[in-house]
């Protein structure tokens, strides 16, 4: 895990949260809780990770979409989505992920694939986690489908500041 602990900070009710069913996201998504501008400081770490679960899937994968939705959220929401989407995608850069990738797979590709898994929605992020094997082997650096590093990009042009996380 990448040390800032959001996911598994609490062990593995705290992961099996995180891996639970699409329906919490589109639950989200379907009340336009997700649109709104909220306050992600206070609230229960389950709740945080439905809440970025039904942000990527009102993005729907595409990173304009992404924007809109980023641009909207408070400085706290899109410091939490990036922190939320660095853990998850951290999670797949490892043994066993990491054997599925194509033999000359840089670890720039390593990041790239497991940003693209968390960009396709928390059912395909599940699926990788309970079957490694559906790891995808090599993702287009510029793949429009990957929403990685987005958040990076709206926190500069909206705060003036970058965000750190790394």
Do not use: C
């Not at 899109?78 to 043994?95: G, M, P, R, S």
């Amino acid at each position: 895990m990448s040390g800032r602990g959001s996911v598994r900070k609490n062990g593995a009710t705290t992961f099996l949260r995180a891996v639970g069913t699409s329906a919490d996201a589109a639950r989200w998504s379907a009340s336009g809780w997700v649109g709104d501008a909220l306050a992600v400081d206070g609230r229960d770490e389950g709740v945080d990770i439905d809440w970025f679960w039904g942000v990527v899937e009102e993005s729907a994968g595409s990173r304009g979409r992404l924007r809109e939705i980023l641009q909207r959220l408070p400085k706290d929401a899109v410091y939490k989505f990036q922190d939320l989407f660095l853990d998850f995608a951290t999670e797949l850069q490892d043994v066993p992920y990491s054997y599925f990738l194509d033999p000359d797979e840089s670890e720039d590709g390593l990041e790239d694939v497991a940003n693209w898994v968390v960009s396709q929605g928390r059912v395909t992020y599940q699926a990788v986690l309970a079957q490694p094997s559906r790891m995808p082997p090599h993702i287009d650096v510029d793949d429009p489908g990957n929403l990685g590093g987005l958040a990076y990009e709206v926190y500069y042009d909206r705060f003036g500041e970058p965000l750190n996380l790394i």
